[in-house]
Nanobody, 121 residues
């Protein structure tokens, strides 16, 4: 069994910063791609930032230059540093990991429970 546990988030004024963290735990054999997704009210969940096992990153155009994703392969964690936040960044943020668990030797996608980020104008 694999769990993705998020922390961080909260309420911040426009222009402020927040940092989200997510840790994968359980019977993990290997972690492949990790990422952060955002779901705004009434909208579909969308990719904000992703990072591969080799450290290659990608960002949605709306956050490029403001957000930074990083991972620690030894600790199976992924972080999202969010700077210069805007009201349109508001939403529930979910971390995602593509993981092979011990005993289930096929990569599966696991999601965190979500953490609310609210940016006030």
């Amino acid at each position: 069994q694999v769990q993705m546990v998020e922390s961080g988030g909260g309420l911040v004024q426009a222009g402020g910063s927040l940092r989200l963290s997510c840790a994968a735990s359980g019977s993990i054999f290997r972690v492949y791609d990790m990422g952060w997704y955002r779901q705004a009210p009434g909208k579909q969940r969308e990719l904000v930032a992703g990072v591969k096992g080799d450290g290659t990153t990608k960002y949605d155009d709306s956050v490029t230059g403001r957000f930074t994703i990083s991972r620690d392969n030894d600790k199976n964690t992924v972080r999202l540093q969010m700077n210069s936040l805007k009201p349109e960044d508001t939403g529930v943020y979910y971390c995602k990991g593509d993981i092979i668990s011990i005993g289930n030797w096929h990569p599966m996608t696991y999601w965190g429970q979500g953490t609310q980020v609210t940016v006030s104008s």
